[in-house]
């Protein structure tokens, strides 16, 4: 009969414990490997799914040439009727500044007026006056 040692078999006991611990923190490491592999693998999926919507509409705008054209006659027509409102525009301030001009002077004219007028009814008064003594 085969006589095994305490020592020996506390070894084994021991080893078995830490070889128990090893196996279940690397099934425990795999279950967070696989849910990572699987977070990978959906998301590879949505990127590739998207990436053919993008494909699908890339090839829609290339098949369909009429959109540019369009846009581009859309921007022209947008910068022409801009220079004509610019160059209105430009007219329109000239305009105001001779309206504004002519206000102006017919504003001194006005106020020479009314100074004239005060002297001569200045004047009426003291010749009024004048006459009644």
């Known amino acids: ?20 611990g090893c196996v279940v923190y ?4 795999n279950g967070k490997y696989r849910t990572n592999l699987k977070n990978s693998r959906k998301d590879l999926r949505e990127s590739r799914q998207a990436l053919e919507e993008l494909r ?7 098949n369909c040439p009429s959109t540019m054209p369009s846009t581009r006659a859309t921007i022209q027509q ?7 409102n610019t160059t209105e525009l430009a007219a329109l301030k000239a ?8 206000f102006n002077g017919k504003v001194q004219e006005h106020t020479q007026l009314q100074a004239k007028f005060n002297d001569l009814e ?10 009644k003594h």
Do not use: G, P, W
């Open 122 to 131: 200045k004047e009426y008064l003291i010749l009024y006056h004048q006459k």
């Open 26 to 29: 690397l099934l425990l490491k």
């Open 1 to 20: 009969m085969i006589k095994i040692d305490a020592l020996y078999l506390l070894l084994l006991i021991e080893l078995s414990c830490i070889l128990t």
């Open 78 to 84: 947008a910068e022409a009727r801009f220079q004509e």
């Open 95 to 102: 305009e105001l500044r001779n309206v504004q001009e002519k």
């Open 56 to 62: 699908k509409q890339l090839a829609l705008l290339k």
